[in-house]
Every structure is written in C-alpha cells, then in structure tokens.
C-alpha cells in the first residue's frame, strides 16, 4: 500500500501529497501502538522469568513457549491491573492501555475521508463488558485482564495488534482509493475501423476513421448518459 502511495506521488504530487501525509500518520500511530503492546508483554515475561537471568531488553524478543509459567494468572494481574477494587493507571496498564487504542482510533477517523468514517469498522471495542461470572458490567481492562494467564494475556495482546494492523490497513485503503478509484487502467491496444455506414454500394466513396484504441481487460466502467 504505502509503496502505491509513493509512486503516485511522483505521479502526482499534488493531489497525492496530503493523502499520503495522512497515510503516514495512520501508519506511525498503528507502529507506536504495538510497539506499547510489545512493552507490555515484555513487562510480564520479565516478571516471569527475571529470576532465571531474562533481562528485559531480552524480554522484547522472548518467545511464549519458553516461559515457565504460562498458567500464572498473578503476574498480568498484579502488572495490568493491581487491585481489582482500585485499578492502577499509567503506562503499561490496562488502563493505560484501553486510553493509547483510544487515541489511535482518533487518529484513524480523523484522517480516513469524511464520507467513510460511519461506515468503517474499526474493531477495537473498549466499552465496559458485562461478566456473566461476576454478574455484573466490569471495565474493559479487568474484563481482559483480570485472572489472566500469562499465555492468555500474551494471546490477547497479539489478537490486539492484529486488530491495530487491520484497522490501519483498511484505513490506508480508503485513502489509497481516493487515488486510484477513478483511474481506469489500460492494459490493452488494438486497432479499430468506424464507419458511418456497415456496407457501401458499388461506385460510392468509402469512408471510415482509423485508429488505435487502448481499454482495460479488468475493469467494466460505468457510463451514465445524461446525468
């Protein structure tokens, strides 16, 4: 996608600049975005595995299967949430967390067209849920989190960036297609012979227009006559 953007921007760097230049702001806040996540999930397996020699820079890079504790459920409550009855906030919680998607999904609407934002599904729900366990409506941060195993966490904050990265693909395509949506592609040329008349009687002049026509092979456009 952003490669396209780019030769179009030679192409026209006018019309393509600004677009390209929201494309590009989508693309940083969705890498800003699962880089926090990343940190997150770091936080953890450092938290699991710090007493076996794992740094947290090594932690970035770690990998789920070495962890020897998948089933511990403390160590993402404690780090995510805290206190269920008075949740921590800040950087690299659950709160903190539900507050930076927020921030990305406005960076999303506000620079994918006007015409497309009540319409573009973007995923990434954080509205309070209701726990069929506890019996009542919890906030979206302790509904993920709370109780969650170390495996379960690191499954849920990847199936986050997943969303993240779906979200700025679509994103990127609706602005993509402000560009190339109306641009009909030719990929083929032939020769082609019009008349003003199918036969012609013997002795008369015949007269006709030649030349070369160039067309799209895929693509069917549609021609309104008169409005």
Known sequence: LYSTFQ?????DPTRVKPLKEKADKIKKASSDLCKYIDKMRAAVYHESEKGNGLTLE??????LE??????????PTNIFIGDVANPIKGEG?????????????KVILSNIPEKSKKDFKMGLNTEDIHD?????????????FNHTTIAAAAALLAGLQNEIKT????AVKLLLNE?????????KVEAKVVAPSSYILAGDKYEADIFVSAYSSTQDPIITVGG
Do not use: C
């Open 66 to 75: 070495y962890i020897t504790q998948k089933d511990n459920y403390d160590i």
């Open 167 to 170: 979200a700025e693909g679509d």
């Open 132 to 144: 069929h366990h506890a019996g009542m409506t919890v906030p979206w941060e302790i509904y993920l």
């Open 179 to 187: 560009i190339t949506g109306n641009i009909l592609r030719l990929d």
């Open 58 to 63: 090594q932690a970035d890079t770690f990998k």
């Open 7 to 11: 030769k179009e921007v030679s192409n």
């Open 93 to 105: 919680t659950g709160a903190g967390l539900k507050e930076e998607i927020e921030k990305f999904k």
